[in-house]
């Protein structure tokens, strides 16, 4: 089936240590998407990549960097995770144009220690 | 700039009755409004969409939302729930852009009681 995986399911990282996580897609979408997701709450947008346009939001730390290699892979680097930045780290994908619907990954719980 | 909101927190409704999960959105233009569904420790799942055409649209598991434009929301619709529909719902618009941003609504919990 085609997805959207997420490795790892499960990070814990030192404060301060720099850590990457990866989102690869086997649906050949165009649009990929990383949002921050804290306690149920809506899923933040953090950046997403147009083809190999990168665009980030005005409120995301510089400490949040992405990268995408390829049409299949995207990585979110995080480069001094603090207390604060534990959360759920979910990665999309879609089509181009917003009448298409997104498709998630099942994310990685990030907790920093 | 585009928004939505979800004025419940929380829904309990009794396994078999119906249940709605209200929204309301707010867009200059026509607005792409859609449903997920997230059970815990998992990315969230496409329920179903309005882009145009009939005001009631047909989703996943039975699912289904109304569109109503005078005013301006999106409400889920279940006839008959399932305990296994207890989970957390999203409500969000899309900008009518090639990038689609999305914003979400906060989430409603749905809990469905036996």
């Known amino acids: 089936d085609a997805m959207v995986i997420q490795n790892p399911r499960y990070q814990v990282t030192q404060f301060g240590k720099p850590v990457t996580l990866s989102c690869s897609q086997t649906?050949?979408?165009?649009?990929m998407y990383w949002y921050q997701q804290k306690s149920s709450q809506a899923p933040k947008l953090l950046f997403h990549y147009y083809d190999k346009d990168f665009n980030n939001e005005a409120d995301t730390p510089d400490n949040f960097q992405s990268r995408r290699p390829n049409t299949s892979f995207c990585f979110l680097d995080i480069r001094s995770p603090g207390l604060g930045d534990a959360a759920m780290y979910l990665c999309?994908?879609?089509?181009?144009?917003?009448?298409?619907?997104?498709?998630f990954g099942p994310g990685t719980r990030l907790t920093v220690t | 700039a585009q928004s939505v909101a979800q004025p419940e927190d929380q829904v309990n409704v009794a396994e078999g009755n119906p249940l709605t999960v209200k929204c309301t959105y707010s867009v200059s233009g026509n607005p792409y409004l859609f449903w997920y569904v997230q059970y815990p420790n998992r990315g969230l799942q496409f329920l179903l969409k309005?882009?145009?055409?009939?005001?009631l649209v047909k989703g996943s598991y039975g699912f289904e939302a109304e569109f109503n434009k005078s005013q301006t929301s999106f409400h889920l619709k279940k006839p008959s729930a399932l305990v296994s529909d207890s989970a957390l719902y999203f409500c969000?618009?899309?900008?009518?852009?090639?990038?689609?941003?999305?914003?979400f609504g906060d989430g409603t919990t749905l809990t469905v009681k036996p």
């Open positions: 969000a618009v899309r900008e009518v852009t090639n990038a689609g941003k999305s914003t």
């Open positions: 999309a994908t879609s089509r181009e144009g917003g009448h298409y619907e997104q498709y």
């Open positions: 309005y882009i145009t055409g009939d005001n």
């Open positions: 649906l050949n979408h165009n649009v």
